[in-house]
């Protein structure tokens, strides 16, 4: 799968130190496994959000949530209000399956937001009886599977858990002149570190997620995208 890069100064610099560090890597696979942890970052920590504006319809229970950022598409939706009013049970669930009615006894695993993008909710018909009221839906990003990229906040703020994430993923490579499973351990377990600061991050800007986090179990042939 080709990867397409999207223009940003943190991937830049990031793809260039991956260079430093890893001279007998080709761009093509440093780029591959920087994209593979951006991804897993975004969704471990849910730290690249949005807010997303929309005008209830009457009668209309499912809506679109398509971001307006070209380069992402939704993992997880974090908070639903309509006319300023949290729809309660939102706030940090993970989204139900489009044919379900939104609410807080369904909720998705998280492994599962790896691979599934989240494209529409479904409301309660109670929400949607009035033309003339306001659905605003704050969002969890990622990038799209096929580009690199991450904002430049995100990718400056974290530039060293994305380091050492994709330097582990590298160094795990099989008969390779970078070849180091213990340095890959322990490029591991800093990244793992670094999660946990943007996932605090994160709680502290939304209130405390409802689906309780912990880290990712590294089974034999794992591999997070």
């Not at 229970?61 to 679109?64: A, F, I, K, L, Q």
């Not at 690199?148 to 530039?159: A, Q, R, T, V």
């Given at each position: 799968?080709?990867?397409?890069?999207?223009?940003?100064?943190?991937?830049?610099?990031?793809v260039?130190?991956l260079?430093?560090?890893f001279a007998?890597?080709?761009?093509p696979?440093?780029?591959?496994e920087?994209?593979?942890?951006?991804r897993?970052?975004?969704v471990r920590t849910h730290?690249w959000?949005?807010?997303?504006?929309?005008?209830i319809k009457?009668?209309v229970?499912?809506?679109?949530i398509?971001?307006?950022?070209?380069?992402a598409?939704?993992?997880?939706?974090?908070?639903?209000?309509?006319?300023?009013?949290?729809i309660a049970g939102?706030?940090?669930?993970?989204?139900?399956p489009?044919?379900?009615?939104?609410?807080?006894?369904?909720?998705?695993?998280?492994?599962?937001l790896?691979?599934?993008q989240?494209?529409?909710?479904?409301?309660?018909?109670?929400?949607?009886?009035?033309?003339?009221?306001?659905?605003?839906v704050?969002?969890?990003l990622?990038?799209?599977?096929?580009l690199?990229?991450?904002?430049?906040?995100?990718?400056?703020?974290?530039?060293d858990?994305?380091?050492?994430g994709?330097?582990?993923?590298?160094q795990?490579?099989v008969?390779?002149p970078?070849?180091?499973?213990?340095?890959?351990?322990?490029?591991?377990r800093e990244?793992?570190?670094g999660l946990?600061?943007?996932?605090?991050?994160?709680?502290?800007?939304?209130?405390k997620l409802?689906v309780?986090?912990?880290y990712?179990?590294?089974?034999?042939?794992?591999?997070?995208?």
């Open positions: 799968m080709a990867v397409v890069c999207s223009t940003s100064d943190s991937i830049d610099q990031l260039e130190s260079q430093v560090i007998g890597g080709d761009k696979a440093i780029e591959l920087l994209r593979h942890t951006i897993e970052f975004c730290a959000t949005t807010f997303l504006s929309l005008q009457e009668g229970t499912v809506y679109g398509t971001p307006d950022e070209n380069e598409e939704v993992c997880l939706v974090i908070a639903v209000a309509v006319d300023g009013r949290p939102w706030s940090g669930d993970y989204l139900p489009p044919n379900r009615i939104a609410g807080p006894k369904y909720v998705t695993n998280e492994d599962k790896v691979t599934d989240i494209t529409e909710i479904t409301l309660d018909s109670n929400y949607v009886s009035d033309a003339n009221k306001s659905l605003v704050t969002l969890a990622r990038p799209k599977r096929t690199l990229f991450i904002p430049n906040m995100l990718g400056f703020d974290f530039f858990t994305l380091l050492s994709t330097s582990a993923r590298m795990s490579h008969n390779r970078y070849t180091d499973a213990e340095a890959a351990k322990t490029n591991r990244f793992l570190a946990v600061i943007a996932r605090e991050k994160t709680k502290a800007r939304f209130g409802t309780p986090w912990a990712p179990q590294m089974a034999p042939g794992r591999r997070y995208r």
